[in-house]
């Protein structure tokens, strides 16, 4: 059962004869915990909250690419079109020597357009052709390679897919052919497609799909995928479109190139010799900071989840996302990390699903889950609250409790009903404001929102100075939009609300006939104004230019105002009525706890780890991690006393490029002869204990396995310093 | 010259440095408060207004990047004691900086200064100098160094490191005339007095800081001609950049190994050594482990769940999960794999995985083969759990692309669980956002403070005792196999070698003057048969060959001469 050996570095172990059948995920999930039965309820909640989160994902990435793989199909279905339907003109004689290619530009994260293609790739399958090969560039170094890949899936795809069929059909192709290396050209390809296609012209090659099957074409078009353009080396690619711009007559390809950059990455790949024999179409995918902000909505502005991030935790992720990889998927998995998190940390979180279900777990709590309610710091606050009567009852009577708890979940639910649709009517007025005094995305008004109360802070008051500066017509597009949300959302308050602003809008619509009468009166103060301006004019003079401007604004200030200026001023002030009465931070509401997850550290160092870091303060500051008084030092400096490796470190740290392996045992040896206790000046130069030496020698070779020195021939019992810092 | 300085000469008879005098000289000059000082003052200077600039700078950009990702001392707090010194820890300002330049001796003062740490009363002075005792330059450092306030622990670490970088300043001069008199001389008892001098003088120099009005003092001193007139107000880091790298020239003393009066240690003997001394901290190294050991189950869930975990921090975390592979793994199929084993390869994982968890006879042309195949079956039979513990999935056999690429095609499959450790500081380099996105990791830091004993037990990582027995062992009995002719022959490159191991550029004995000596003593008679000689030689890596640069053939010997000598004398005695 050993796990070391000289000689092996490779061990495998398998259960003999199943004696121990290996536990499921719920059990890990309970163990440790003292109540499993609540254990294993919120892993179940756990997981179905999270599948219907994935569920979600899902359905918002569908949706998303919807568009750009629609486009693509058209286009592919044309392209295919016009190869069977050949018209004998010039021009489309011309436009058949190439071959259709599109460009698909999907941003920088690659990891993330795995789902994009994958989807393209069944789409295509399911209505199109069967005949789709996608190759990627680390597997094709050079041209053999590619064209051995291409061929191998066309030909393999359709052996795996149809293999009885195929057995019959083309018995010559079959099992062995992946394998065949010996035709592979695209000649072989054009034979091979020849039988295919004529073999079964009208039978679908894909079983299950025999209802599409009548929306292949009679030839389906080849589609290549290129998955990542810009890591193909050009040559291969060059030699590849070359050759197969010569079968483009017998073969119907289609190109796809996936593009992580820029579409000039054609351009500067493929010399004009080449990409002239692409018919090249441009499909933009969305770019993956919308694509956020979708999930965003669709997961965490609505009531439909009940779990929620704390400010902090979005502030964690949206970083990575945004200082790390753009990478929607690694923002899912953090999504995934904190439920899985939150569920196994917060045993409240039995209370974290859907309102009725909540409700009867508040009712099945038992004694120490209510006493755990009654630590909840919010459910402190409320108490404190109370008046003593009902103080006392919430902190003997457990059955009090309950019911409380209840009451507070249904209100729990009410505020998010109603805070959703209140951030978004913020959010729309203040998206148009100049330089987005509360943050051009809602992800950023939603962390305001979350982390205070949003009326308090200065942008606010600079964002309402804003909008009371709004001209009628986008005040009204605005107010609209807000009046859209508001009724759509389910809150009864709300749609009241909704109602208001509707009034205000008609009134606003009604002012432009209240407006021409206004003109009439607005008129003669216009006059006088357009005779100031002129003298004005006349005089240059720029003292006299000064005090024309100051009176001007005497004047304006003290100008009446108008109809419309009153009713903007009265909807900012309603706007503001019902931030304040719906924006509250949710940390001002009982039991938020239960549903928030906010250990922002947790995350951060699962997913964003440094571990070069520790290592250094492991080594720089070793009371970091023990907690020994021999240890702790103020200073930085450590002690003599501190690890061998610590001291080994520190030592080598004063050094330069090369480090001299004598010097440095005599220092250690220093170091180590006054931590025993004895006279460090008793060592004469050359007489090293034996096991100090030891020591030492281990030291060192351990500071080289972290990488912090390597042995060097440039002078002898030298090593050389690898990194610089961690003073 | 200034009076002072003269006078210094005169105290200090014995100063080996001019560096080091010159120091000095300021030092007194500033107490005295009389004329202005040249060079050194400007280094002083120079460090006081850099710090500055540079500090902000760092922890300005680095407090941005750190609000957004939210990580602020908060953060820390959350996860309230328990050794998570994760955002106590050193920031990247300090621990990713460009060399700096560093005298030769710096580490002797660094040990003996540890050595006066608290709690030790131990005076590393020879009797006749009797104020350098302990107690009044721990008061000196005590004030020297800074509180340092827990929540901002980096911006402060950055400060209280202002002492060493101000010696290291000062030092810049010393290190010039050092390297004109070209390396330092290996006269110990001369390097102690060098050593007390200098603890004097930065004592002297320490009070000297303390008792200057230290900013307005410095602006004023600026203000005056300096000796080498830099532009502008930043010559901070890019010059100390430059400064460091100057020279290629190495300044560390020629002390050589040999001059240890204790022998080498081998393996054995360093094994044996070790091994009954407990370490220091027992107790608390092992409560830090229980720690980690409360993650085990969660581990668990969260391979279940599809996610990969990878343990990082210092310490060798081979132990731990071993225990964890024991207290969880044994009902399941598992594989360990010991990444830093010298020879493990991927072709060696992928077989084990191929013969003996799927129990397949058979053979791959290509390791890419074998992966679609494991791929393909695991696929298949989602019921077959596997587990695969790596310890050091960054060691250097496993750092190839292929192989790191292979892996997370295997970690990215649902049923293959993959636990995987690291230890070396560059390791995440490994990755590519392509790869990470395959293994899916969840990090944990588990720093657990025991000696890498096994990961560095192999030969070529022990860099001190590199005895070279395997080596030497291996050449013997490879040539004891031989017919005499060929020892002869061996001989001969061996003797070659050593004569010329002096010579620096030496890259070899070409084949013609190999073929002309071998001839002269009779060993072979004609070009083939040395060819085929030689052939045999290199099959068993004892020789490698080399195109020089005019197309002829050379020939070395890749041992090194203190192994090679070790062998012509075993040679010679029997």
């Known amino acids: 059962m050993a796990t070391s050996s000289v000689s092996k570095g490779c061990f495998v172990f398998k259960p003999t004869a199943k004696k121990k059948r290996i536990s499921g995920a719920e059990d890990f999930f309970v163990d440790g915990s003292e109540d499993v039965e609540n254990g294993k309820l919120r892993f179940r909640l756990c997981q179905s909250t999270w599948d219907e989160m994935k569920e979600e994902i899902e359905q918002v990435q569908e949706d998303l690419n919807k568009k750009m793989l629609d486009g693509l199909l058209e286009f592919v279905k044309k392209s295919a079109a016009s190869f069977w339907c050949r018209d004998d003109d010039w021009m489309s004689r011309m436009r058949a020597s190439e071959i259709p290619t599109a460009a698909l530009v999907l941003g920088v994260n690659m990891p993330d357009h795995t789902i994009t293609f994958e989807s393209m790739t069944e789409l295509l399958h399911d209505s199109l052709t069967p005949f789709v090969a996608s190759v990627q560039a680390k597997e094709c170094t050079a041209m053999k390679q590619l064209m051995q890949k291409v061929l191998q899936r066309l030909m393999g795809t359709n052996v795996m897919v149809d293999e009885d069929e195929a057995e019959a059909d083309l018995g010559f192709h079959t099992r062995d052919c992946p394998q065949k290396r010996v035709n592979c050209s695209l000649s072989a390809l054009c034979d091979w497609y020849q039988s295919a296609t004529k073999k079964s012209p009208v039978k679908s090659p894909r079983k299950r799909l025999s209802s599409s099957q009548s929306e292949f074409l009679q030839s389906p078009p080849v589609v290549v995928i290129f998955r990542d353009l810009e890591a193909f080396s050009p040559q291969v690619l060059q030699d590849f479109i070359l050759v197969c711009s010569q079968y483009v007559h017998q073969l119907p390809l289609v190109f796809i190139f996936g593009i992580a950059t820029s579409p000039s990455t054609i351009q500067r790949m493929l010399p004009h010799s080449v990409s002239s024999l692409l018919c090249i179409e441009l499909f933009q995918s969305l770019s993956c900071t919308q694509h956020l902000a979708t999930i965003i909505d669709k997961l965490f502005l609505t009531s439909k989840f009940h779990f929620k991030f704390s400010a902090k935790v979005l502030q964690v992720l949206v970083g990575i996302f945004l200082y790390h990889d753009f990478s929607v998927c690694n923002f899912i998995k953090g999504l995934q990390l904190s439920l899985l998190e939150h569920f196994h940390s917060q045993p409240l979180s039995v209370l974290c699903c859907h309102k009725q279900e909540a409700l009867v777990h508040a009712q099945q709590l038992n004694d120490r889950d209510v006493e755990r309610i009654q630590q909840l710091p919010s459910f402190m606050r409320y108490v404190e609250e109370q008046v003593p009567e009902e103080q006392v009852q919430l902190l003997t009577s457990s059955e009090h409790v309950k019911g409380v708890c209840q009451k507070l979940l249904k209100s729990l639910h009410k505020y998010h009903k109603n805070f959703y649709p209140a951030l978004r009517c913020l959010h729309v007025l203040t998206s148009i404001l100049p330089k987005y005094p509360l943050g051009k995305q809602i992800r950023e008004l939603y962390v305001l929102c979350l982390e205070k109360k949003v009326w308090e802070t200065q942008e606010y008051d600079s964002a309402m100075q804003l909008i009371r500066m709004l001209a009628k017509d986008e005040l009204v597009t605005c107010l609209q939009k807000c009046v859209e949300i508001l009724t759509f959302c389910k809150s009864k308050k709300l749609k009241k609300v909704g109602q208001q602003l509707q009034d205000i809008t008609a009134t606003c619509e009604k002012l432009d006939k209240l407006s021409d009468e206004g003109n009439l009166v607005d008129g003669e103060e216009g006059d006088r104004e357009n005779d100031s301006s002129g003298k004005g004019l006349q005089k240059t003079d720029l003292f006299h230019l000064q005090k024309t401007l100051l009176e001007m604004k005497e004047c304006r200030r003290t100008r009446r105002k108008t109809p419309y200026e009153i009713l903007r001023n009265a909807v900012v002030d309603y706007i503001d009525n019902l931030v304040k009465t719906h924006l509250y931070p949710p940390e001002s509401q009982p039991l938020y706890e239960v549903w928030y997850y906010s250990s922002s550290g947790t995350v951060r160092r699962h997913l964003n780890a440094t571990p070069r870091t520790s290592i250094q303060t492991a080594l720089s500051h070793p009371y970091c991690y023990l907690q020994n008084e021999a240890l702790k030092n103020d200073s930085g400096i450590i002690s003599s006393a501190a690890p061998d490796i610590c001291i080994i470190y520190k030592l080598h740290l004063e050094c330069g490029r090369l480090i001299n392996l004598y010097d440095w045992l005599e220092a250690y040896a220093t170091v180590a002869t006054a931590a025993e206790g004895k006279d460090p000046s008793a060592i004469e130069g050359g007489k090293v204990d034996e096991l100090k030496h030891a020591r030492f020698i281990r030291a060192v070779s351990e500071l080289e396995f972290l990488g912090f020195v390597k042995s060097t021939k440039q002078k002898t019992d030298h090593v050389a310093r690898l990194t610089w810092g961690g003073c | ?574």
């Open chain 2, 1 to 574: 010259m200034s009076p002072a300085k003269r006078a210094a000469e005169v105290s200090g008879l014995y100063v080996r440095f001019v560096g080091d005098a010159e120091v000095l000289e300021h030092i007194v000059e500033r107490r005295e408060g009389a004329k202005v000082p040249k060079g050194s003052v400007q280094k002083l200077l120079a460090l006081k207004e850099d710090q500055g600039p540079q500090e902000c700078e760092g922890s300005v950009g680095e407090q941005d990047y750190l609000d957004a990702l939210g990580t602020g001392a908060t953060a820390g707090e959350e996860d309230g004691g328990g050794g998570g010194g994760g955002s106590s820890g050193p920031g990247g300002s300090a621990v990713f900086t460009f060399q700096t330049a560093k005298r030769s001796h710096k580490m002797a003062q660094m040990a003996s200064e540890m050595a006066r740490a608290p709690g030790r009363t131990v005076t590393f002075c020879s009797p006749g100098s009797p104020e350098a005792a302990g107690s009044p330059s721990r008061g000196s450092r005590g004030a020297a160094g800074e509180t340092r306030t827990p929540p901002k622990g980096r911006k402060v670490r950055f400060v209280s490191s202002t002492p060493h970088r101000l010696r290291k300043r000062l030092a810049a001069p010393n290190l010039r005339s050092e390297s004109d008199s070209d390396l330092s001389p290996s006269h110990s008892e001369d390097e102690e007095d060098d050593d007390e001098e200098e603890r004097e003088e930065k004592e002297e120099l320490r009070e000297a800081e303390l008792t200057t009005p230290s900013k307005v003092a410095a602006a004023a001193l600026y203000r005056t001609p300096a000796k080498k007139p830099k532009k502008g107000l930043e010559p901070s880091l890019v010059e100390e950049y430059f400064t460091a790298h100057a020279s290629s020239k190495v300044t560390t003393s020629d002390r050589t190994l040999q001059k240890l009066q204790t022998p080498k240690l081998d393996q054995e003997t360093l094994a044996r050594l070790l091994d009954g001394k407990p370490s220091s901290y027992a107790d608390e190294i092992n409560q830090l482990n229980k720690e980690h050991e409360k993650f085990f189950s969660k581990w668990m869930l969260q391979l279940q769940l599809g996610f990969n975990v990878l343990l990082y921090g210092l310490g060798s975390k081979k132990p731990l999960l071993e225990r964890f592979r024991t207290s969880r793994l044994l009902g399941v199929t598992h594989l360990v794999v010991n990444g830093f084993f010298p020879s493990i390869t991927l072709k060696s994982i992928l077989n084990s995985i191929t013969v003996e968890v799927l129990e397949h006879q058979g053979s791959f042309r290509s390791p890419v083969e074998q992966m679609d195949f494991i791929m393909k079956s695991l696929r298949q039979d989602p019921s077959l759990q596997v587990y695969l513990v790596i310890h050091n999935i960054d060691g250097p056999m496993l750092r190839s692309e292929k192989t790191q690429q292979a892996l997370g095609q295997l970690a990215s499959l649902t049923n293959v669980h993959v636990l995987a450790s690291i230890d070396h500081i560059n390791a995440p380099l490994v990755w590519d956002q392509a790869k990470l996105s395959l293994f899916n990791w969840l990090w944990y830091e588990t720093t657990t403070y025991l000696p890498y004993a096994e990961e560095t037990s192999y030969e070529n990582s022990l860099l001190v005792q590199q005895s070279g027995a395997l080596a030497l062992s291996s050449l013997t009995h490879v040539l004891r196999s031989l017919t005499p002719n060929a020892r002869g022959i061996f001989r001969l490159l061996a003797e070659f070698q050593l004569e010329s191991r002096d010579n620096p550029s030496y890259s070899g004995l070409s084949f013609q003057e190999f073929y002309q000596r071998c001839r002269e003593a009779f060993l072979v008679n004609s070009d083939v048969t040395l060819r085929t000689q030689l052939t045999e030689f290199r099959d068993h890596k004892l020789i490698r060959t080399k195109k020089g640069a005019d197309s002829v053939e050379y020939l070395l010997i890749p041992v090194d001469p203190a192994t090679l000598t070790d062998f012509l004398e075993k040679e010679d005695a029997q």
